[in-house]
């Protein structure tokens, strides 16, 4: 079921994108092929080839900002711990990158399918600064146990970017805990080289994002927030390639699918090798066209593949789908 | 500049004109068998004579090229050819399967050492008809399907791959190329996106069909367009695919060329069928130069106009060594892909000879 609803609302909007028209009638090519192919488009008019239609790149429903999840609190570990949910059925939290919580339009198809929690992690948003967290394993332990205290057992876990070293953690602490783990545009594992760095709103927009006409309009966080943001991702993210998270990683046996933009520049597709080599069970998901924010440029793929490795762990790697056309 | 033969592999008996797909009541396999031995015979001489490139092309349900996988015929030539590059000018790659492809063209770069010209192509309006694929999303096939070949030939380890058009669960292909990081890939820049597309992607280019100066407009502009990307493009990015005949001397050549005109030429596979060429135009798979693009395809003529539109190089070694040079300074281009203008036995394999051994020597100089 998880798969037929993400893959027709995928089907859907790949059918409005990729159409561009011709944006001018045919006026001539050689005279004699012109009286040609008017008469044959005469002939032809009636039954014309399936015409595709012209549409841009689906601008995804800005809605409402948060696609019907709605807002509430825990208390975990000292902390006062924000989280959106939406959804029914198995549960699939989901930790942001170092730009904040959002909800995402793949958060929002997931939600059809899942019940999806989306975490703001302590010292994000307008939560107080977060001192205490020395590490990120410290940081981990306390999201863990904010899951807990929503009396969840069983989970998959999926992380963006930053957020997807701290899933890493989070799953070498209680692997028992989870069905699958999901690590999107991952900065887990990195290349030691220097950090692209946009200088401008405009060169950040198109860091992010190979389709900006898909981001849902939001309000811009304030720079007060996204400098407390940022000093906290900088204290914990920790170094490109971190032994310590590295070593437990090796051990770990959680079902893992990695997802790369192929166009991400910021945590770039060629350190995907890296996740396969360390993480004895991950699988590696190249989503075609999308830079960093792969979620807002291809939804529909990210929910495709990302339901069907929740539902069927290895066994996604083995279609189900029915080849035949007409029975 | 390089030198290239491209060889249509072309059905050397007669067939229905004018339409698309050809009926196949008049197919011989013995025509068929003297065809491709025809074929492989020029490019093992193309080899000896030193030509750089010997090209293979895709094209189906058409006697014009027996090649509708040029990667069996690019096979046969690995046994053949044994120091030209051999050049896949090119693979349709939107109506093909792309890991096929890249397991395909990675074959060939092993069998050959690394001699493998990795063309991609978006293929001619009516072969969306062949494998029943929509010409309106020929584009976005071709971006997709390039950069999954290119993500195939380059990632060493299984991956996935979340496309628009092509989902792959796990994909590691073996052999790998043995050029690295993957052979140099070429594809058709006539109209302005593709021109754009490839530099944008830094891949070098190739005009076929082209009239040469509507190419060297186009290939101004790739060149402009490589500038706004911060690159420059060499002159072997630019290849021109030319048909060409070459005899002792110039009433020689255009008498052959009169009289292989004579014979059933099997031309016009684009636009042979009216009906499905002109449903393919209004899908927009021409892009926003329909006018252009549609009138090089339908660009046709008496011989001496062909020639005089750069259409066809012919005549003796020195006329074509001059029109050459006149190609170079027009486009800039790196490679000349001499397509055979006839099949006329010993006289198509002494131009051959002539091209080799008169011309491609003086055209590296250059």
Redesign the interface.
Known sequence: MARKATKKAAKKA?QK????????I?????K??KK??KK??R??AKA?????T?KKPAARKASNGNGGFKERTVKADGFTIRYAEAGKGDVLISIHGAGGMRISPAHELLAKTYRVIVFEVPGFGTSPANTRSATMAELAASMNKAIAALGIKKFSLMGNSFGAKLVSWMAVQAPDTLQALLLVAPAAIRHDRPRVVANSPEEELKLFHAHPERIARRPAPKKDILDKQQALVRRLIGPPRDAALEDQLKEMKVPTLA?FG?VDRVTP?DA??LY??IIPNC???????AAHAIDVD?PE??S??VSDFIERQEK????GESGVIHP | MKSALFCTSRYLGPAKPGVWPVPADTYSTDIAERSYQTTLEQFRLADEVNFDWVTVAEHHFAPFSLTPNPMVFAGALTQVVKKAKIALLGASIPILNPIRVAEEMAMLDTLTGGRIVAGMLRGTGNEYVTYNLNPAESRARFEEALQLIRYAWTQTQPFAWQGRFFQYRSICIWPRPVQQPHPPIYMSASSPESGEFAARNKLGIGFAFTPSPQAATAADHYRKQAKLNDWEPKPEDIIFRIAVHVADTDEQALADLEEAARQPAHLGVSTANRAVESVVAGTGYYGRDVEGQRGRLFARGDLKQRVANGQILLGSVETVWKQIQDLKNMMGCGVLDFTLATQLGSRTLHAIELIGEKIAPRMREI
């Open positions: 790949v994108y990729a159409k561009k028209p011709a944006k001018k045919v006026k001539k090519a050689a004699a092929v040609s192919a044959v488009a002939t032809v014309p080839a399936k015409k595709t012209a997802l192929t597709s995907a090798y396969r080599e699988h590696i998901g190249m989503i075609y066209d291809r793929a990210v495709e593949i996604f790697l083995v279609t």
